[in-house]
Every structure is written in structure tokens, then in C-alpha cells.
């Protein structure tokens, strides 16, 4: 029997309801490039304002090159120690971990992002919410949704002040205590060394503009490349940010030029008939 609307026991559901959704939706850890499909629909549903998203379908879609070329300095680091398979084999199985779990990293940080966007978008302004979404993610969130409603886009500040809340957010609560226990738990350590200092460039970034890491690990540092390369993205234009999602030729075909059928599609796909038919019913749609 549903409550009231906006009642707890109402926001609870909708709450668990789209985090089901969300994991859903999320995938597996290797599925990055619908990770992808996912982060940029949300960035087109918000009218091109919230763009964490977007950043992130980029450092989905990189990581997934990545991490094939970190398996393949693996294996022939490997080597030295073909000699004894006992310790080769143990080797690459901690790699094969380390990778699992920046993998799971990233599915959850998707989780996150649908999760508190459809949420928000149902229930943002309804008495109670604030237990569930982050007070400043979700004064930044409402705004995001008002500029929808209204058909406008956020200014440069406030589409700032939105990537960066959600940014610091998911770095403090996610991303950190995660990094931290992979890091922590490899020790093979001149892998190590070079796993925790990756040189990323985004497919809209210059060579010059490339963010080479001292230590992954270092949150204060994560969040300040984070913070460079959206200063990147604003003054390439975020037109052609979401263009450049192409360059990694790893999104399904249609992707970028229908982003709503792509995604939908997927969605009916992924979801059992009930859920979608419930979700439809409480008008906490998507999209």
C-alpha cells in the first residue's frame, strides 16, 4: 500500500526504486561504455547543465583503454618472473584485483549519479529529501532541474558550482575510501608505482593540457586534476566536449545523434515490465 505523496514511506520506495534502477542501469564492472551511454543521456536530459556526467562518460570510456594497457605492462613485467609460476601467477591476480576495483569504482560512482538525479528530479523540493541526497548536491540539483522546467541553461557559475558539489561529493564519500583500500591491498610494488601515476587525457584534451598524477591516491590531488579538467572542458565548449565522446569508438552506434532511444531502449531492455510500469505510475521517469 504506497503513502501519501512526498510521505516517508513514499520517499523511501522511490529512494530504494531508483537505486535499483540505477544499479541496473550501472552494469556490470567491464561495462563501461553503457556507463557511458547512461552518464551522457543524463547530461542531455539536463539541458547540457550537469555536466559531471559528461566528464564522466570521458573517464568511463578512457579507462576502459586504460586498463587494457596496464593488463598488458603487467604481463610483461610478469616475466621476471617466469622462473617461479607460483609467485607470476599471485602477481597477476593481484593485478587483475587492483583493476577490479578501480572498475568498481567507477559502477559506482554511475550508481550515484543516476540515483540522485532521478531521484531529485521526482522528489527535490518535497519535505524529507534532504535524508537521502547530500543538503548541497541537492540545493545544486534543484536548480539544475528548475532550468529544465524553465527551458534555460544554468550560467557558467552555477553550472560550476553544480559539477563541483557533486564532484567533491562523490570524491569524499566514493571515490576516496575506495582508492585508498586498493591501493593499500597491492604490493607489487613497481606496478604499483605506475598504476597510482597515470597521465590522463581526455578525448578533448590537448597534449599540453594532459593531467599527469604524482599520486592517484592523493584525494586533494584527484580533486584538483577533476577541477582542471572541467576548467578544460568549459573553454573548449561543451558542444564539442560531447562531440569528442566519438573519438574513443567504443559507444553504440546512434549514441551521440539519438541519446534518448539509445538510452531507452536499454532501459526496456535492462528493467523487468513491473518496475518500469511502477516507475511510470509514481512519474519518476528519467526522462
Not at 566514493?174 to 578525448?203: D, K, Q, Y
Amino acid at each position: 500500500m504506497g503513502g501519501a505523496p512526498g510521505s516517508a514511506g513514499q520517499l523511501d520506495r522511490d529512494y530504494t526504486a531508483a537505486r535499483h534502477e540505477a544499479e541496473v542501469m550501472a552494469g556490470a564492472s567491464r561495462d563501461l561504455a553503457q556507463r557511458a551511454m547512461v552518464y551522457h543521456h543524463l547530461f542531455r536530459h539536463s539541458g547540457g547543465n550537469h555536466a559531471f556526467p559528461l566528464l564522466a562518460a570521458h573517464g568511463a570510456l578512457w579507462a576502459g583503454g586504460h586498463f587494457a594497457r596496464g593488463e598488458r605492462i603487467g604481463l610483461g613485467l610478469s616475466l621476471s618472473a617466469l622462473h617461479r609460476p607460483a609467485r607470476r601467477r599471485a602477481r597477476l591476480a593481484a593485478l587483475a584485483a587492483f583493476a577490479e576495483a578501480f572498475r568498481e569504482i567507477n559502477r559506482r560512482v554511475c550508481v550515484e549519479v543516476y540515483a540522485t538525479y532521478r531521484f531529485t528530479l521526482a522528489h527535490g523540493e518535497r519535505a524529507g529529501t534532504d535524508a537521502y541526497v547530500d543538503a548541497l548536491l541537492l540545493d545544486a540539483l534543484n536548480r539544475c532541474h528548475h532550468a529544465v522546467r524553465r527551458m534555460r541553461a544554468l550560467g557558467q557559475a552555477e553550472r560550476a558550482r553544480l559539477f563541483e558539489a557533486f564532484f567533491r561529493w562523490e570524491q569524499r564519500a566514493v571515490v576516496a575510501p575506495s582508492v585508498a583500500a586498493a591501493a593499500n591491498g597491492f604490493t607489487w610494488e613497481p606496478v604499483r608505482r605506475l598504476a597510482l601515476r597515470p597521465s590522463i587525457r581526455f578525448a578533448y584534451m590537448r597534449h599540453r593540457e594532459t593531467l599527469h598524477f604524482a599520486n592517484f591516491a592523493d584525494t586533494d590531488e584527484r580533486i584538483e586534476k577533476g577541477l582542471r579538467a572541467y576548467a578544460v572542458a568549459e573553454a573548449v565548449g561543451w558542444d564539442e566536449v560531447e562531440a569528442r565522446l566519438s573519438r574513443y569508438r567504443a559507444l553504440p552506434a546512434g549514441c551521440l545523434t539519438s541519446a534518448g532511444t539509445a538510452f531507452h531502449t536499454a532501459r526496456a531492455r535492462l528493467l523487468p515490465p513491473e518496475h518500469l510500469r511502477l516507475a511510470a505510475a509514481r512519474s519518476v521517469q528519467p526522462a
